[in-house]
């Protein structure tokens, strides 16, 4: 097997340069949320932060606009079983704000229509689903929908 080397200066660069984008969108998404009241604005700017610049950089710093196609693992295992405060409540206002991001990115032309409709369908299709494992998850008495063996 061959081993893959690792650049962590190279990592730290890309990460870096990721973060300081992040800032600068945040700073774009607040704006278009200026019309909304102060804690609706920083719920919507928490949840999106800690999706961007927290699970996003996680393993490997990954763009926002990668962040598209990772909604699936965000909300359907990573936030469950890492963020003490999941709850299906939660869930569905984390994807609110995810989806009002992406919206906001799309209207200033920060990506293309199709992958904002893409993010749209992931979060209707799979809703269900993401908060029946997080009850299940919570549930003490039931059976860890995570546990593979």
Known sequence: MEEIEYDLEEYEKQYERIRKDNEELLAVFREDLSNLKPATIRRHLSNVDFYINEYLLYEEPLSFDEGIYRIDDF???????????????????????????????????????????????????????????????????????????
């Open 75 to 149: 909300l359907g295992w990573f936030f469950i079983r890492k963020c003490m405060w999941s709850t299906p409540a939660s869930i569905k206002s984390t994807a609110a704000s995810i989806k009002k991001f992406y919206k906001s990115m799309k209207d200033h032309g920060k990506i293309a229509s199709e992958a904002y409709d893409f993010l749209c369908d992931e979060i209707k299709n799979h809703m269900p689903e993401w908060q029946a494992l997080c009850e299940q998850y919570n549930d003490s008495e039931a059976e860890n929908p995570f546990f593979l063996f």
